[in-house]
């Protein structure tokens, strides 16, 4: 796998490449804008350009971009539906000038209003920013962590998206702090396996472009997304030990989205490249 971390660009997309090289990560994942805002911000092609530049010098592939948090592709009201659309595309069109492969979104959630109702929303609204996907960047969607009525809690509703568009440039993220929230006990070998095995059948693991690998002190099923250092929490060592051993896994990429400052940051890095050692990989 591709080891990376979720970095701080608030300082410039050339520094948040340093960081990451600095740390030894052979991937990473930035925001292009303020992901509170409906707003994005304008697109400086050649910040970007220069961004590919050094992330090819750096040796770190993929690059990612995560979307605002405030997507809501399911939403009921007309101008959140819309300023979703507008930041997931404007975010495709920053990933094809930084020569960054992915953008990783959440789909949102139902609210109050049928599910089926609601899928159906999200499938358009992915459709359109599709419709304009530019060569060389894949749109994942990342899975929730269950709560509410969130899009996306389960293997088999992300597997529905993917069936519903059946588009190429359509994946899927897998968070393990999110799954294991969303009830997949993936702490020891045989969960993973079997949680593997279930997304293979359910989405297809060609279709599986990008992990999330974050610990979380959540109770398994509690349908919270908390995050926690790698190793810290109730997935622990052995469930990552299974994810970095599973063959079928090997060449994914997986971010570090853990919390903390540089410390922590390099004290993830460690301990994840430690079990991937560990594991012989």
């Known amino acids: 796998m591709r080891l990376g971390l979720h970095v701080d660009s608030k300082a410039g997309l050339l520094p948040a490449v340093d960081y990451a090289q600095r740390l030894g990560c052979t991937a990473l994942q930035i925001f292009s804008s303020n992901p509170r805002s409906y707003r994005p911000q304008a697109l400086d092609r050649a ?33 959140i539906a819309a300023g979703s659309l507008r930041l997931l595309k404007a975010d495709l069109e920053a990933a094809a000038a930084g020569g960054i492969a992915y953008v990783n979104t959440h789909l949102g959630s139902y609210g109050t209003r049928d599910r089926g109702e609601g899928f159906g929303q999200v499938v358009l609204a992915l459709e359109r920013a599709l419709a304009e996907i530019p060569a060389g960047v894949t749109l994942v969607m990342e899975n929730s ?19 519903a568009l059946a588009h190429p440039q359509l994946g899927v993220c897998l968070d393990t702090a999110h799954s294991w929230a969303a009830g997949y006990a993936i702490n020891a070998k045989a969960g993973v396996d079997a949680f593997v095995e279930l997304a293979d059948r359910e989405i297809g693991l060609e279709r599986v472009n990008l992990f999330h690998f974050n610990d979380t002190q959540i109770p398994l099923g509690g349908h919270r997304d908390r995050h926690f250092h790698i190793g810290e ?26 919390p903390g400052e540089e410390a922590d940051d390099a004290r993830n890095m460690q301990t994840i490249r430690l079990i991937f050692e560990g594991a012989g990989v």
């Open 233 to 258: 929490g109730l997935i622990g060592f052995e469930g990552f030990r299974a994810l970095a051993a599973h063959p079928e896994l090997r060449g994914k990429a997986a971010i570090l989205e853990t």
């Open 47 to 79: 910040a970007f350009g220069a961004f590919a530049e050094r992330c090819a010098a750096a040796g770190i592939e993929p690059a990612v971009i995560h979307t605002s948090y405030l997507i809501n592709l399911a939403s009921d009201d007309p101008k």
């Open 145 to 163: 962590a269950g709560a509410g009525n969130l899009c996306g809690g389960t293997l088999e509703e992300l597997g529905a998206f993917v069936r």
